[in-house]
């Protein structure tokens, strides 16, 4: 497996890529893949990072990620569907750690409480539970 720094000019999938994690993951965000591509090309010109994962000239993964004076903040990490419980995500999480990130930092990933294979998968690579975020949503009226 390969991998390389995003740029500008990889939005447009990535957007497509995080369309698929926000179904995948349960989430509520609605956001359509131009308005995804809109939002990606921000954090991109701003202060998140990107690198995407090949493997046979096939994109398999992408992470999104800011890093700030003490910790990297892990806002996305998406395997492609017919790529996953292959070791990409562990191998893509090694690459981050070994070659990307610097050691001495803390490292933050928020998880949805009803993704538990996702949260399984955190728990298997290092991660340990910290906070839990609680939510009253107002109703639709």
Request: proline residues 3%; positive net charge.
């Amino acid at each position: 497996m390969t991998f390389r720094p995003a740029t500008i000019d990889d939005c447009p999938l990535l957007a497509e890529l995080n369309h698929l994690l926000i179904r995948d993951e349960g989430h509520r965000n609605s956001m359509t893949v131009a308005k995804l591509e809109q939002r990606m090309r921000g954090w991109l010109s701003s202060e998140y990072r990107a690198v995407i994962y090949e493997d046979g000239g096939e994109v398999v993964a992408y992470a999104l990620y800011r890093e700030q004076q003490e910790e990297i903040y892990l806002r996305q990490l998406f395997v492609v569907r017919d790529r996953r419980r292959q070791g990409i995500g562990r191998r893509a999480m090694q690459i981050l750690r070994s070659d990307i990130w610097p050691k001495n930092k803390r490292l933050t990933v928020d998880v949805l409480v009803a993704n538990k294979t996702a949260t399984a998968f955190w728990r298997a690579v290092g991660y340990a539970d910290y906070c839990l975020t609680l939510e009253i949503v107002p109703k639709q009226s």
